[in-house]
């Protein structure tokens, strides 16, 4: 992990973004791509895995469990996969950093282990709500205690003899739906998991890559235990939440022309899309075709007039982790924007409707945070100082408010940028934005 967390963005306005960009490889897939090549049988060959904090902490939790993984190196990794049962007791615990979608999707795929493990992280993971895999868990037969009011660290323990379940979420989470099927992997019998609405769908993708049957009946799929993972090659595509950032920062400068190359466009992820081009962004997609099973395209993106919308609720899941991006856009738009049914960003790597909410005040903007979104009127940003509070989502969010703000943004507690998007301030300086560190 960085030890930067005071590291600060200084971002100038009146650029443009121009040019061509290809950000960072997606981490939902590069987490999954190391927990399947780890008990996959065979060598599994991944390009273009993030090097970010998350999916390290990911790679790194395997190689305590005595999995040999080659790289990264330039996006190349190899995981020497040990079969279904061929994980070892690590010598110590798992620190996850940051990262939920490693403690949620490991702690399914290590409550039938014959080992006992415990999961850590940091203090925003260490606050986050894990109860949603334990209560469904415990059900299966699992053995796993948290602290006082659900939180980690996670103490698995060994010998729970897994069954089983047909679950239905509470709430639309693809981390939950993971956690269950990788557990199923070790259950007796069928465990079947049905959505509220449609979630990131990788993790079903990918057990058909490897090879393990999986049935999807509408909104509920099943698998049985007992199978096994064939290695194979992945290729990670650029990740859409990362390219978000910049979807949004050339939709608001005006005179920008920017092509983002080779994104991953799972129509589970593109919730960014549709919401931008219900607001009037001038996006469009070129050349798409499909690279390990993952629909890819270049998205290219103009400068445009926002308007104010009322985001329709079906998108939310799809644009989970796009919010505070879309929040920026919605100040720059004319007229209200208003957003509902998305409590789950009260729970993420901060309280994002909060500490948007906060920021766009402190930027002049007229904002009303309600229970599960807000309001946001579209006006004029003002210069300001404001803090991500440790969330890379924020941060990179309002370094693109700088375009269209009256003077220089100053943003506090960036270092955990390098959790999802490893040289964000060299790759946005090099499309135009005015952003230096310190
Ligand atoms: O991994 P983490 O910290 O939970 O990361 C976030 C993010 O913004 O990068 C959420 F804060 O992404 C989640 C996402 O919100 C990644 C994810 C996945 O890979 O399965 C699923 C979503 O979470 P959830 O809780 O809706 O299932």
């Known amino acids: 992990m960085s030890g930067q967390t005071q590291l600060v963005f200084t971002v100038t306005p009146g650029s443009r973004l121009q040019g061509q960009i290809q950000v960072p490889g997606d981490k939902s897939i590069s987490h999954r791509s190391v927990m399947f090549g780890a008990l996959a049988e065979g060598t599994t060959e991944i390009s ?9 902490a990911t790679l790194q939790a395997f190689r305590a469990m005595g999995v040999q ?6 996006g190349r990794v190899s995981v020497h996969g040990v079969g279904m049962h061929g994980l070892q007791a690590p010598s110590g615990e798992l620190d996850l950093g940051n990262s939920g979608t490693s403690m949620r999707l490991l702690s399914g795929l290590l409550a039938g282990q014959a080992f006992d493990v415990t ?15 334990l209560n ?4 299966m037969g ?12 996670l103490r698995i323990k060994s010998g729970a003899a897994l069954k089983g379940i047909d679950y239905t979420l509470p709430m639309a989470s693809a981390q939950v739906k993971s956690c269950l099927l990788l557990a199923g992997m070790y259950a007796e019998g069928e465990t079947c998991v049905t959505e509220p609405a449609p979630t990131r769908d990788h993790t079903e993708r990918m057990l058909q890559g490897f090879g393990y049957s999986i049935e999807r009946h509408g909104a509920k799929v099943c698998l049985r235990g007992g199978g096994s993972l064939k290695a194979c090659q992945i290729e990670v595509p650029a990740d859409i939440s990362s390219a978000a950032f910049f979807l949004v920062g050339a939709s608001i400068a005006p005179g920008s022309e920017l092509t983002l190359q080779g994104v991953g466009i799972n129509p589970t992820r593109i919730g960014i899309i549709d919401i931008l081009r219900l607001m009037g962004a001038d996006i469009q997609l070129e050349n798409e075709r499909e690279t390990g099973g993952e629909p890819v395209a270049d998205i290219k993106v103009r400068s445009a007039r926002l308007s104010g919308i009322h985001i329709p609720e079906h998108l939310v899941p799809l644009a989970i982790d796009e919010f505070p991006a879309i929040f920026i856009a919605a100040a720059c738009a ?31 903007i007229d904002v009303r945070p309600t229970a599960d979104g807000i309001v946001i009127q579209g006006g004029t940003l003002q210069s300001g100082q404001v803090n991500s509070h440790g969330d890379h989502r924020i941060a990179m969010s309002f370094a693109m408010a700088a375009l269209r703000a009256a003077g220089p943004i100053e943003i ?18 090099g499309a135009g934005l005015g952003i230096s560190q310190a």
């Open 48 to 56: 273009g895995f993030l090097q970010g904090d998350d999916s390290l």
């Open 69 to 74: 993984i080659d790289g990264p190196e330039q």
């Open 119 to 133: 999961l850590t992280g940091d203090a925003s993971l260490s606050g986050r709500p894990m109860q949603r895999v």
């Open 136 to 139: 469904p868990l415990a059900q």
């Open 142 to 153: 699992a053995d796993i205690h948290s602290d006082e009011g659900g939180t980690a660290p």
């Open 334 to 364: 004319e007229g209200e924007t208003v957003l509902t049914g998305a409590e789950e960003l009260r729970v993420k790597e901060s309280d994002r409707i909060q500490v948007m909410a906060d920021g766009l005040q402190t930027l002049g």
């Open 412 to 429: 506090q507690d960036c270092a955990n940028v390098n959790t999802s998007f490893p040289g964000f301030t060299e790759l946005a300086a």
